[in-house]
């Protein structure tokens, strides 16, 4: 049964990646994970990988998130487009582990086009109904801008493989979803091909949300979550057993509603995101200037990896000062 499970997140993961790797607000570390899993996401389309490939690159990546904080190796501003090198690194792992590899150039091409000001991600549809065509430059990538992007990529791997002791193992809960539903009998004819197709959706959507749903349970409880909220949606409407069937698939009644309310709060969460961090969706993807300025906006900075107010001392620039301050009094 271990290939059926997850390693799941500690008590202690959890509350590092909110306390010691409190660099940022929570609401800008939400926003920089929906950003980075959108573009995983989107780059697995473009690379024509499965979405099996695709959703085991974005638990990998949270776990990565787990361990290393998300201003680490993340959000470089280097001019002329801002990479994202993780979520390219974790990509091109994945995919080279399994029966659909990736060639580097073409992971750097695709990673190089959704950054730019020619993709449609992340970016306010244009008004005008006769858009202009992109300029092709916007996303041209140099070979020596390519070496440096393979460069950065191939030593990211190496680094995501050693944080997580070269375990890579996800198990992924579409598979089992489709055979909980056969057991409940909804397969097998074209009208009840709709629930199982929402069922999925809400599996991938769950990738995206900054709760960790993939990191903090196992894959037989998120298939179930996703049975029971597409069954309840109203275009749905689907008929489910009246007894707790929920618990012949090992899962409680306390988890199976934790889970649903996290999947379902998604859409919520990225409308408050909009309205709380400027230009969120719609001025590209999430960058570290963009950061920068949120918080610049919000009156706070970001120094040394930790985020202090305005007119505030980090604590390494405050023993610096004891120190100096010592030395002078020691040459006195």
């Excluded at 890579?168 to 055979?179: C, F, M, R, S």
């Excluded at 969120?280 to 040394?304: D, P, Q, Y």
Aim: charge should be negative; charged fraction near 20%; proline fraction near 6%.
């Amino acid at each position: 049964m271990a290939h059926m499970t997850n390693p799941l997140a500690t008590v202690d993961q959890l509350y590092r990646r909110t306390s010691s790797f409190g660099a940022l607000p929570s609401d800008l570390q939400d926003a920089i994970f929906f950003a980075t899993q959108s573009l995983t996401q989107a780059a697995g389309l473009l690379l024509r990988l499965p979405q099996s490939v695709t959703a085991q690159a974005s638990v990998v990546l949270a776990r990565y998130w787990l361990e290393d904080p998300l201003l680490a190796n993340e959000f470089s501003a280097s001019p002329p487009i801002p990479h994202l090198d993780v979520s390219a690194a974790s990509l091109f792992l994945v995919a080279k582990l399994g029966a659909h590899p990736c060639r580097p150039r073409d992971v750097c091409n695709v990673y190089t086009y959704l950054l730019s000001s020619a993709s449609p991600l992340f970016r306010a549809q244009p008004v005008s109904p006769f858009p202009r065509d992109p300029d092709p430059f916007t996303y041209y990538l140099s070979e020596s801008a390519y070496t440096t992007f393979q460069t950065r990529i191939l030593r990211l791997e190496a680094h995501i493989l050693y944080t997580l002791s070269f375990d890579t193992h996800v198990a992924l809960p579409h598979g089992l979803a489709v055979t909980y539903l056969q057991a409940l009998d909804f397969c097998g004819d074209a009208s009840r091909a709709k629930i199982t197709r929402r069922v999925v959706a809400y599996l991938n959507t769950a990738l995206l949300s900054p709760q960790m749903l993939y990191l903090t349970h196992q894959p037989n409880a998120l298939a179930v979550a996703a049975i029971y909220s597409a069954a309840r949606d109203p275009e749905i409407a689907a008929k489910m057993p009246e007894c707790p069937w929920w618990e012949v698939f090992d899962v409680d009644r306390e988890e199976l509603g934790f889970l649903v309310v996290g999947m379902r709060s998604l859409e919520g969460l990225v409308r408050k995101l909009q309205e709380d961090f400027e230009g969120f969706t719609k001025n590209g993807m999430v960058t570290r200037s963009h950061v920068e300025e949120e918080m610049a906006r919000r009156g706070l900075k970001i120094k040394n990896g930790t985020s202090v107010g305005v007119g505030e001392v980090d604590e390494e620039e405050a023993m610096m000062r004891r120190l100096d301050e010592r030395a002078e009094r020691m040459e006195e």
